[in-house]
């Protein structure tokens, strides 16, 4: 069959949207229901394709990629392009990357009768429009959420048979992200030799509060008086750093406190590998890939109980479940892994890292997503 993908971007790496769309769009190619692929990226360029290999290789992926900063004529052009692609090349069905790509798909779907599979994270659900995003969950024929978390959020929008969503926990690099030693470079230039060490790695963004850092900042106050060596780092940018900043001042713990910038996943690896204990209590996380990085390092995590977490932890067989509202519950977890007073398959790195592997790897990954494409067309 021949399938018409809409993707925003696709990037290195197993984090955001574009490194899942890579290697979703691997997976999906990789089946032997799919014969030829139409990509149609709205961001990034030709070179593109050198990501997709072997696939792309074999002549079954052909890229159509916009230019690095789309503007709204771009935008325009791309949903143009889509439209004549699917007139003139009929393709069997169209997956739609985003819910922010619904009106081309549903379109298509209106207009040449042309079946789309509905890819969803958790926190676009609620920034689309509800009625757009109401009709294309109606009318997908499949969709992919996240986590059951991202499911029972779809179904809260838009009632509909709930059979047709289908949780894909998204897999994680278990090359790049290893256990290892922590870089000696990283720890004097954050002084971190000697310290026990809290991580956080994500946006520091003012509409992703959710992701708990001011929380964790909060039991960093409440942890301090018994762990003197307690360091907290921060990995991540954005324009909420000021506010988390502020937040360490007043509960006195700025010079706890590391605000480490951006970092790109070899980096990142570094990070990891620095930490004791991973922690991010997030409320609306669809998933968080980062856990899974953390845990592919060995480390021991901490996420919040009511979200996608969940699902990335598996129910708290991965790491510990908080109410991510409760920085005093938190501060216990952290307390009870730096004591050591969970069980071992909480901690031990070689026990997290295989655990995660089994259920999170691409090959993994990979298999699920044959399995939804052949219950999709069995034929």
């Avoid at 789309?116 to 024929?141: D, M, N, Q, V, Y």
């Avoid at 922590?182 to 509409?207: C, D, F, N």
């Avoid at 109410?323 to 519950?329: F, G, I, T, V, Y």
């Avoid at 938190?330 to 890292?353: C, F, W």
Wanted: aromatic share 8%; proline share 7%; charged share 25%.
């Amino acid at each position: 069959m021949r399938i018409l993908f809409l993707f925003g971007e696709i990037s290195e790496g197993s984090g955001g949207i574009q490194g899942y769309s890579r290697h979703l769009l691997k997976a999906v190619c990789a089946s032997p229901v799919v014969l030829d692929a139409e990509v149609l990226l709205l961001r990034g360029s030709p070179g593109i394709t050198a990501l997709l290999t072997p696939p792309a290789s074999q002549g079954r992926i052909r890229i159509r990629a916009g230019g690095p900063r789309p503007s709204g004529l771009s935008k325009v052009r791309w949903a143009t392009l889509a439209l004549g692609q699917a007139v003139f090349h009929r393709p069997d069905a169209v997956w739609c990357g985003h819910v922010n790509f619904l009106p081309v798909a549903l379109t298509l779907h209106y207009g040449l009768r042309l079946p789309f599979i509905l890819e969803t994270h958790a926190w676009e659900l609620a920034l689309a429009p509800r009625g757009i995003l109401s009709r294309g969950i109606r009318r997908a024929r499949m969709i992919h959420a996240a986590s059951r978390f991202t499911k029972d959020l779809i179904l809260s929008i838009q009632p509909v048979d709930a059979s047709k969503i289908r949780v894909l926990p998204r897999p994680a690099d278990f090359n790049t992200f290893t256990p290892g030693p922590a870089p000696p470079e990283l720890l004097e230039r954050l002084h971190l030799s000697g310290k026990r060490v809290l991580l956080t790695v994500g946006r520091l963004a003012s509409t992703e509060r959710y992701k708990g850092h001011a929380e964790v900042i909060h039991a960093v106050k409440i942890l301090a008086p018994k762990f003197t060596d307690l360091r907290y780092v921060i990995v991540g940018e954005g324009d909420d750093r000021a506010r988390l900043e502020r937040a360490a001042q007043e509960d006195g713990v700025r010079d706890r406190v590391v605000f480490a910038g951006p970092a790109g996943p070899d980096e990142c690896v570094g990070y990891y590998r620095a930490c004791d204990v991973f922690v991010m209590p997030s409320r609306f996380e669809g998933f968080g890939i980062v856990y899974l990085e953390a845990l592919a390092c060995g480390k021991p995590v901490i996420a919040g109980n009511g979200d996608g977490s969940r699902d990335a932890l598996l129910d708290g067989r991965l790491g510990l479940l908080v109410n991510p509202l409760s920085p005093p519950e938190i501060a216990a977890a952290i307390e009870s892994i730096l004591d050591k007073r969970v069980g071992s398959s909480l901690t031990d790195p070689a026990v997290l890292r295989e655990t995660a592997r089994e259920n999170f790897s691409f090959e993994v990954f990979g298999e699920r997503v044959k399995e939804n494409l052949a219950y999709l067309w069995p034929n």
